[in-house]
């Protein structure tokens, strides 16, 4: 199998899930902080796919810094669907070398926080699948979880930088009791890359 690395790493650092370092290889990038108390949201609250989310952030980050590129998109509250209530959209600013991560939440409610820690700096771009379509893709490829699902992880960011071959890609993380698992894809065409499976 080919060596990949996507560019996620295991969220021992601090913060719900917006900690993670690029380039690095993949370990668990969401499924280990879904348990970290995060309740599932209502079915009354609105929820929407990552594209409709970063059309909601982009002018928040482009009022932060006007040159200011999308390096990731994710959260810890997917659906079976592949939509979410609540997404963190983070940014960076090549001219002043900082991030900022927007939240997007059901109802479009828009909250920025400025001048993180820099994670990402490759930009996305706009030719990517929606999560919608990662979320099928990965049920495609095998990944169990409930229809009414309400707690999976999705990551969308650009890894492989060490191995010299920058690549974006989508990350589909499903917990249970006795175990997680990770489908990786292709974030350009949902292509299947790579399944994970941790035993508790």
């Known amino acids: 199998m080919n ?12 913060g719900p ?40 952030a982009a002018p928040a980050a482009a009022k932060w810094q006007p040159d200011a590129v999308l390096t990731q998109v994710s959260t ?27 939240t997007v939440r ?26 919608d379509q990662a979320v099928a893709a990965a049920a495609k490829a095998g990944l169990k979880f409930d229809k009414g699902a309400r707690d999976l992880g999705l990551g969308l960011v650009v890894g492989n930088q060490a191995l010299g071959k920058p690549r974006l890609f989508w990350s589909v993380t499903s917990m249970g009791d006795k175990g997680a698992s990770s489908v990786t894809l292709d974030g350009k065409d949902a292509a299947f890359v790579k399944r994970d499976d941790v035993k508790f």
């Open 3 to 14: 060596q990949v690395s996507t560019g996620f790493t295991s969220p021992a650092s601090p």
């Open 106 to 131: 059901d109802g479009g409610k828009v909250e920025l926080e400025a001048d993180v820690r820099n994670t990402a700096v490759d930009a996305i771009g706009k030719d990517f699948v929606d999560s």
């Open 17 to 56: 899930g917006r900690r993670w370092r690029a380039g690095r290889a993949f370990a668990w990038p969401l499924g280990v902080l879904v348990c970290a108390a995060l309740a599932a949201t209502p079915a009354a609250q609105a929820a929407q796919t990552a594209k409709a989310a970063v059309a909601q």
């Open 76 to 102: 810890l509250r997917g659906q079976g669907d592949g939509r979410a209530a609540s997404w963190l959209c983070s940014y960076y600013s090549p001219q002043a070398r900082r991030s900022a991560i927007v």
